[in-house]
């Protein structure tokens, strides 16, 4: 799903076993 860059750092560091896609318009996607 997606998800504001806002929680980037956050769910980037707690999902850090799941592969994670950052895309250019400030949302990734997992």
Do not use: N, P
Not at 3 to 28: K, N, P, Q
């Amino acid at each position: 799903f997606m998800i504001g860059t806002a929680d980037l750092s956050v769910v980037g560091r707690t999902r850090a076993g799941e592969e994670i896609t950052i895309m250019e318009h400030g949302s990734f996607s997992f």
